[in-house]
């Protein structure tokens, strides 16, 4: 007799909203399938056989892995939830209705919680990172009279058989995570107070105040950045200074990426404790070059470091550079105090999503534009880098020009998640032991951060339309009453 098992998502990932919350949980279901096909026997053919099934767990892991010649290997588990779908008494499962292949599904439904970080590829390879997987295991037994039947010899033998025997089954999980489809991408707005630079021969207390503005979040597939810059002097008087230019701009979209064996402090309370990470609990699917670096046969460098940094620019070529024309002067007027008025610049500043650019690092560097987000053993960051170019008319006529350099921060998201297919079940037997727990969906889909209820605009509410009078209605009853 054949016992396999197979787990079946009802889709091929989850979609998590907004930024990672311990206070939202989603909802993961689907079925685990087992099959028991018939054996046959030389003397006797095809029969129906019979089996217990002790238990059947469930496990929803997640883990984070990186390895480099800088850092070398470092694995952690990020979360291991497990469930048993069979509880309390043995299950019996024949194979008597069924002609050769007998087939039963157990659903199950599990509960993520709301702040694990999206499935992400680590290095050129994109075989490390962080991945989520579903295990399920199976412990039966066969009946006695289905071992003796063929071979009445192992009857005498059945005392130091292995009474229980396993399958095993694995499922890979996409865990997507995109922005809030109910934020309309507020403005975020950074000041920066900016000096002349060391070298440069301009008044240190000249002063150049910049106000720059984007949204919250940046679409991945917006292939653009809309910033606008609103720029004046700072504590400078009039008579020092005739004239302050703004003369060109240019602007890099970078994407920093960092990884080490240091887990942020968000995770740290969140993570399992240090006796459910590896070494002490191996990972269920570990990377195959962990082996290597656990016997001393990897390529890591005499010293090893516990952060690395990479840089990578995702500019378009022979783009990010503004030349500005006419009369862009920032100068304070005479008798209205030490600031002047505000010069704005809106400057859409494009990126690609892959790119051929050499990174600051060669160990873990990646040419594909990635969210921004942050992992237990590594983050990806992006930052919009400006440098403004600007000129000062000293009362002597004489031009100096400096340059100004500043960044800002993106966040790097995605409004639209993959579409997901999803599995349908058959007409074959379910089979379902435990009542799944009422999920709920996140907070932040239905009120406010202030505690307001969400309004969706997307879906207009029904038309008004008076309610239909049965007058007529009443009257034929009326005059059936009369007779």
């Not at 390895?67 to 299950?91: D, H, K, N």
């Not at 865990?175 to 507020?186: C, F, G, T």
């Not at 400096?402 to 790097?412: A, E, G, K, N, W």
Request: aromatic share 10%; hydrophobic share 35%.
């Amino acid at each position: 007799m054949s016992v396999s098992i197979s787990v079946h998502p009802s889709s091929n990932g989850v979609v998590m909203y907004g930024e990672p919350d311990a206070m939202t949980s989603y909802s993961l279901s689907g079925h685990v399938e087992i099959s028991v096909s018939s054996p046959f026997s030389f003397f006797y053919g095809s029969r129906p056989v019979t089996l217990l099934l002790h238990s059947l767990v469930l496990t929803f892991e997640g883990q984070c892995e990186i390895a480099s010649t800088q850092t070398g290997y470092a694995g952690a588990r990020v979360c291991s939830i497990t469930q048993e779908l069979v509880p309390g008494a043995p299950l019996e499962l024949d194979h008597i209705q069924f002609e050769v292949t007998g087939q039963w599904r157990v659903v199950f439904d599990v509960n993520l919680p709301g702040w694990l970080p999206a499935t992400s590829p680590f290095g050129a390879d994109r075989e490390l990172g962080t991945s989520y997987s579903l295990h399920a295991s199976a412990q039966y037994t066969h009946s006695e009279e289905d071992l003796t039947f063929d071979w009445p010899i192992l009857g005498y033998c059945m005392p130091w058989l292995s009474r229980f025997r396993y399958a095993r089954a694995m499922s890979e999980i996409n865990l997507e995570r995109v922005a809030n489809k109910y934020d309309n991408s507020p403005l975020a707005s950074y000041v920066f107070n900016s000096s002349p630079s060391p070298d440069s021969l301009l008044d240190p207390a000249l002063k150049l105040q910049v106000l720059a503005s984007l949204p919250d979040y940046i679409d991945i597939s917006d292939e653009q950045i809309p910033l606008v810059l609103r720029v004046r002097t700072k504590d400078v008087e009039a008579e020092v200074y005739k004239d302050v230019q703004i003369l060109s701009l240019r602007t890099d979209f970078l994407q920093l990426e960092s990884a080490g064996s240091q887990i942020p402090e968000f995770y740290k309370a969140l993570l399992p404790p240090k006796s459910c990470q590896p070494p002490n609990l191996p990972l269920k699917r570990p990377h195959p070059i962990a082996a290597l670096y656990d016997l001393g046969l990897d390529d890591t460098d005499s010293c090893l470091q516990p952060v690395v940094h990479s840089e990578r620019s995702f500019l378009p070529a022979d783009s990010g550079h503004y030349v500005l024309a006419g009369d862009n002067s920032i100068a304070p007027t005479p008798n209205t105090g030490s600031a002047s008025t505000w010069i704005t610049m809106n400057v859409d500043t494009p990126f690609t999503s892959s790119t051929s650019s050499k990174g600051t690092s060669r160990h873990h560097q990646t040419n594909s534009l990635r969210p921004s987000a942050t992992n237990p053993l590594f983050t990806i960051r992006h930052t919009l880098s400006v440098y403004l170019m600007y000129s000062c008319t000293t009362q002597c006529d004489t031009i100096l020009t400096d340059t100004i350099h500043f960044s800002i921060p993106v966040r790097l998201a995605s409004r639209t998640c993959k579409p997901c297919s999803f599995e349908a079940v058959g007409s074959q037997e379910c089979l379902s032991f435990s009542h799944p727990s009422a999920t709920l969906p996140p907070y932040s889909q239905i009120y406010h951060q202030n505690g307001e209820q969400r309004i969706d605009s997307i879906v207009p509410l029904p038309l008004y339309t008076p309610r239909p009078t049965h007058s007529h209605v009443a009257k034929d009853y009326v005059d059936d009453a009369s007779h």
